[in-house]
């Protein structure tokens, strides 16, 4: 049943490929930020978890 739903449906051939290339452009781009990005910002994301220093969020109080 759905397939005739979607076989009724005109231009439907091509969101196939339409997903094809935004999670190949999305990945490329992901992955050229990776290879790109600096070590002192990973290891400063890295340790950001187990920082104790309020400074880095905002906790509502002031």
């Known amino acids: 049943m ?10 439907i051939n ?6 094809l290339i ?8 992901v992955t050229i930020w990776i290879l790109r990005v600096k070590e002192s ?4 994301m890295e340790e ?3 920082d104790d220093n309020s400074d880095h969020f905002d906790n509502g109080e002031n």
């Open 2 to 11: 759905l397939k005739e739903i979607f076989r009724a449906i005109p231009g």
């Open 14 to 19: 091509i969101f196939p490929l339409i997903s």
């Open 22 to 29: 935004l999670f190949f452009t999305i990945f490329v781009i």
């Open 41 to 44: 910002y990973i290891k400063k």
């Open 48 to 50: 950001l978890p187990l």
